[in-house]
């Protein structure tokens, strides 16, 4: 677990980072704030006089394992940013696989991965919603309701179907995070039918969308829109001024879908496959 003052370094850090580069990264505070205790993930670099010059985090999301870091911008090309990468990947052996995380105009960061063995995977479009768009209607026959621990199967099915995790991933991703206190997931049902699912987490006053997916088979009914438009719609009912989510760039009809419902992209972030392969040499 992250103690205060390491997540207020790490928040001041990421200030002078992104209005230096005019960029937004990526760091997952719900996760950083809840991080497990028996579990290394964070790693940091201090200077003689307590001050943070260097960030790294590893997530695992039920699937690839991510990483995400920053370095001051005062300090860069010092080998801090190297110097825990190579500590951070001694861990990563046995992962499925890595990818790394980087703003799409970020160019520091584009820079140091082009020194590693890293692909070009995808690009995710950061999207956002204001209270002040225009509200869709909603299909009565679509409804949500809290999940229960019974729904567990079905969730993990869902991503795996959709979102190609292995199950053994799911389930351990599903089970580690389904009682979390500040991230819910909802059921979505069509005439009292299971047919997907959604998880939002709330962070003052806006809420965040993951893990929404659609059973293929109910998939093309209007489904997806109605959900999506009654979890909005619930949202800012509850004070929240801002609905964010994130969708892959490749992925024209679920960018269309969220574009329809008042949402409007507000920054890119890229994706690099490491290869792990080259830690086991």
């Keep these: 677990m992250l103690t205060k003052k390491?997540?207020?370094?790490?928040?001041?850090?990421?200030?002078i980072s992104e209005e230096t580069e005019n960029i937004e990264l990526k760091l997952n505070w719900d996760t950083l704030k809840s991080r497990p205790a028996d579990e290394k993930n964070d790693y940091f670099h201090y200077d003689k006089s307590?001050?943070?010059?260097?960030?790294?985090?590893?997530?695992?999301?039920g699937g690839p394992v991510e990483?995400?870091?920053?370095?001051?911008?005062?300090?860069?090309?010092?080998?801090?940013?190297?110097?825990?990468?190579?500590?951070?990947?001694?861990?990563?052996?046995?992962?499925?696989?890595?990818?790394?995380?980087?703003?799409?105009?970020?160019?520091?960061?584009?820079?140091?991965?082009?020194?590693l063995p890293c692909t070009y995977s995808f690009s995710e479009y950061q999207m956002k919603r204001h209270k002040s768009a225009e509200i869709g209607t909603i299909n009565q026959e679509v409804a949500m309701r809290k999940a229960v621990s019974s729904d567990l199967n079905?969730?993990?099915?869902?991503?795996?179907?959709?979102?190609?995790?292995?199950?053994?991933?799911?389930?351990a991703f599903n089970n580690h995070i389904f009682d979390c206190e500040n991230e819910k997931t909802f059921?979505?049902?069509?005439?009292?039918?299971?047919t997907g699912k959604i998880r939002i987490q709330k962070e003052e006053d806006?809420?965040?969308i993951y893990g929404f997916a659609i059973d293929p088979l109910f998939q093309g009914k209007g489904i997806g829109r109605n959900a999506l438009t009654n979890v909005v719609n619930l949202q800012h009912n509850k004070g929240v001024n801002w609905v964010n989510l994130e969708v892959a760039a490749e992925n024209d009809h679920a960018l269309s879908l969220y574009k329809?419902?008042?949402?409007?992209?507000?920054?890119?972030?890229?994706?690099?496959?490491?290869?792990?392969n080259t830690l086991k040499i």
């Design 6 to 15: 390491q997540l207020d370094d790490i928040r001041s850090l990421q200030q």
């Design 50 to 61: 307590g001050k943070l010059l260097g960030y790294l985090a590893l997530y695992n999301f």
């Design 67 to 115: 990483l995400c870091g920053l370095v001051h911008p005062d300090h860069r090309r010092k080998g801090i940013f190297t110097s825990l990468f190579n500590e951070a990947v001694k861990q990563l052996t046995k992962a499925r696989k890595l990818l790394i995380n980087a703003p799409a105009s970020s160019e520091s960061a584009k820079g140091f991965i082009k020194s």
């Design 154 to 171: 079905f969730i993990n099915h869902l991503d795996t179907v959709c979102f190609d995790i292995p199950k053994e991933e799911a389930e």
């Design 187 to 194: 059921i979505i049902e069509y005439k009292s039918v299971k």
């Design 206 to 208: 806006t809420a965040w």
């Design 260 to 276: 329809s419902c008042g949402f409007e992209p507000y920054g890119t972030q890229d994706y690099y496959e490491f290869d792990l």
